[in-house]
């Protein structure tokens, strides 16, 4: 699948740059004697899923990724209550007493618990560093609610919705169907088009010229903010991860300039 082969690949990108920055930080002590190899511990994630079954087979694939490492558990209403216990007190503190002598090879790098949107606002872990939505949430406020689990702690977080043409064409019409009792009433009684029974044909066209407006001014936002997805990623790279990536980058002409904070 695609999908997840891009997440993957952004997860392995994430763990390398990381562990290339505190190298390079600890590069002038390594050959100390009394320099030890540390664990680093396991950056903590959230994806939301519609499903239960995508629950449990995406944290299964994700699980059998080498590189990166991951451990990934499922979290939905199907898990007994003393499973989900578990879930979180190990999730909210994973590995925070290694093993001595533990294989750095059997250290995951990421913990990931891959919940269900229904049943995934329960879970709290301040350390959260990424929120994935597998399918663009249902609302704004599902979207809102979702994205707010990740960087309670102050830290930077990221949050990634994954989507195609056609999911985009549902969110647009989930998004008009929210409006049209609200918004769209709202610029009619501006516009001087008060409905007051069944609407007369004058009043239906008004309605959808309404409409179709708002349909068209979303695609256009949505066209523009994909044009700038480039020169976004890599000002979130300069401001978040403090790598050498953007200066590395093919495109460093990218005009920057215009980017608001």
Not at 7 to 15: E, N, R, V, Y
Not at 83 to 108: C, L, M, Y
Request: aromatic share 6%.
């Amino acid at each position: 699948m695609a999908q997840m082969h891009d997440l993957l690949a952004w997860l392995k990108g994430m763990h390398e740059r990381r562990v290339a920055r505190l190298a390079e930080q600890n590069e002038d002590s390594d050959s100390l004697p009394h320099k030890k190899q540390t664990l680093l511990p396991p950056i903590s994630g959230i994806i939301y899923v519609p499903l239960r079954a995508i629950s449990s087979d995406l944290a299964e694939k994700l699980s059998a990724s080498i590189n990166p490492k991951i451990k990934a558990v499922a979290y939905h209403a199907g898990l007994p209550a003393s499973d989900r216990a578990s879930i979180q007190t190990v999730w909210a503190a994973p590995f925070k007493n290694p093993s001595k002598g533990a294989d750095p090879s059997e250290h995951p790098a990421f913990y990931i618990v891959v919940a269900t949107n229904a049943f995934g606002m329960g879970i709290d872990n301040p350390h959260v560093r990424f929120v994935v939505h597998w399918t663009p949430p249902r609302s704004f406020e599902g979207f809102v609610q979702e994205s707010g689990r990740a960087g309670r702690d102050g830290r930077a977080a990221l949050s990634i919705v994954y989507y195609n043409p056609e999911a985009r064409e549902r969110v647009i019409e989930r998004i008009l169907r929210d409006c049209n009792a609200g918004m769209l009433d709202a610029k009619m009684i501006e516009a001087g088009v008060l409905v007051m029974g069944p609407p007369n044909a004058d009043q239906k066209r008004a309605y959808e010229a309404l409409s179709d407006d708002m349909k068209t001014k979303f695609r256009n936002r949505h066209a523009l903010l994909e044009s700038f997805e480039k020169v976004i990623r890599h000002e979130i790279i300069k401001e978040f991860s403090e790598d050498l990536e953007l200066e590395l980058s093919e495109d460093q002409d990218l005009n920057l300039k215009g980017i608001t904070r």
